[in-house]
């Protein structure tokens, strides 16, 4: 179960990684008014639709021990991320991060701001404001696009390996390993990709239950 548990480990730092960075960009996006806006937010949320493998590949022209970036980050802070498994972490978080981006814009765009001039009005400063009436009111949607993206960097497969390879006991997540295993026409390999199918699957399910008890339905509102 080894694949499982780094699977667990990567998504899990993939989707910190993913809220980190994406709270702050779904703000602007839901608030800011600038130049270029709407190309911007195609950007972000291009790998959702780009394929697996294509992605992979930027990611190694970006991150790769040969290109500038990736060359800079060993020489100078001794990071290698290709074939290794915070690659998967980056392959990971950038192929879920759209699962979070859109949710999270969506609830910050859903937020009054009329709630948000009042508590001004009242002396809060805008850490205050954010924090006390914008983030408890979005807060279904952050975390709906939280656990979609968990999910999605769970099974990530196509970016995974191409960028961090398939190790066995070093990058090897449990898609990786169920791929391996039907490989090898065996019963011990066949019950391999078996169980881990299973407890993938069931994760899967218990997130997409949380996602819709997370989200706001109407029986909530009233």
Do not use: N
């Not at 980190?20 to 972000?44: D, E, M, N, Q, S």
């Not at 639709?49 to 060993?74: C, D, H, I, K």
């Not at 011990?188 to 990709?193: L, V």
Request: aromatic fraction near 10%; charged fraction near 15%.
């Amino acid at each position: 179960m080894t694949p499982l548990w780094l699977s667990l480990r990567v998504a899990t730092l993939a989707t910190a990684a993913i809220v980190a960075l994406g709270v702050p960009i779904a703000l602007v996006l839901a608030r800011g008014r600038f130049f270029g806006k709407g190309l911007v937010a195609g950007f972000l949320v291009l790998p959702l639709v780009m394929p697996p493998t294509v992605l992979g590949y930027y990611l190694l022209q970006l991150l790769g021990r040969r290109v500038w970036l990736g060359a800079w980050l060993e020489r100078t802070w001794g990071v290698t991320i290709v074939f290794h498994w915070s690659g998967a972490v980056i392959a990971s978080a950038v192929a879920a991060f759209p699962l979070f981006l859109l949710p999270a814009r969506g609830a910050f765009e859903g937020v009054d701001p009329a709630l948000e001039d009042a508590a001004r009005l009242l002396g809060r400063r805008e850490l205050s404001v954010f924090t006390s009436v914008t983030l408890p009111l979005a807060w279904r949607g952050l975390a709906a696009g939280a656990v979609l993206a968990f999910a999605r960097a769970l099974g990530d497969f196509g970016a995974t390996l191409m960028v961090a390879g398939d190790i066995p006991g070093l990058t090897q997540t449990a898609s990786l390993a169920i791929y391996d295993a039907v490989q090898i026409p065996d019963a011990a390999h066949a019950a391999r990709a078996a169980r881990l199918t299973l407890c993938v699957s069931a994760i899967s399910i218990a997130s997409l239950v949380l996602v819709q008890w997370t989200l706001p339905s109407p029986e909530r509102r009233r």
